[in-house]
């Protein structure tokens, strides 16, 4: 009897695992979705600061960061390609970016700050475009997949915790 009680508990441990291993998986992507959503609201708010504020680049980039990316943002002593690189590079592993998400993110970096006014303007405007893209790619993966992920988890843990027993 209780032979039997150490191996439910198990069993249950394994579905408990399996599951919260699906909705972590799933949670990457959501949180993939919203860093694309939040990024596109930056590149609109840098847009806006860029027309209507003399500042330079990396004080506009600062103002028009989410709050929750602020700390992500070096110092403003250095070459703004250098600093765009090394913030890139600071963006946390767990919003479950893919290389291409990273790659786009240090090209636009690369040349911003480097023309005129109108220049800028037309550079964010291509990756907005780029970006929204992205966004759309991270909605869809998230809709189909997500909710995959959490089932597959669950009912992995389910033959598992069977095959267990």
């Known amino acids: 009897m209780m032979n039997f009680f150490?191996?439910?508990?198990?069993?249950?441990?394994?579905?408990l695992?399996?599951?919260v291993f699906g909705?972590?998986?799933?949670?990457r992507l959501r949180l993939r979705r919203d860093f694309m959503l939040a990024f596109a609201a930056f590149l609109t708010n840098l847009e806006t600061n860029i027309r209507y504020t003399p500042d330079n680049i990396i004080t506009l980039v600062k103002r028009s960061a989410p709050n929750y990316l602020s700390d992500v943002f070096c110092t403003e002593s250095q070459i703004f390609s250098e600093y765009w690189a090394?913030?890139?590079?600071?963006i946390p592993k767990s919003y479950g970016l893919k290389a291409d998400d990273y790659a786009l993110l240090s090209e636009f970096?690369?040349?911003?700050?480097?023309t005129d006014i109108e220049g800028q303007l037309k550079?964010?405007?291509?990756?907005?475009?780029?970006?929204n893209n992205s966004l759309d790619n991270s909605?869809?993966?998230?809709?189909?997949?997500?909710?995959?992920?959490?089932?597959?988890g669950f009912f992995c843990g389910a033959v598992l915790s069977i095959m267990f027993i």
Request: charged residues 25%; hydrophobic residues 40%; without cysteine.
């Open 6 to 15: 150490v191996k439910l508990i198990g069993a249950l441990l394994l579905l």
């Open 17 to 19: 695992s399996a599951t």
């Open 23 to 27: 909705f972590y998986l799933s949670n």
């Open 86 to 90: 090394e913030s890139v590079e600071k």
């Open 109 to 114: 970096g690369k040349l911003l700050g480097t």
């Open 123 to 131: 550079h964010i405007e291509l990756y907005k475009t780029l970006f």
């Open 139 to 152: 909605n869809i993966e998230y809709k189909n997949k997500g909710k995959l992920y959490r089932l597959l």
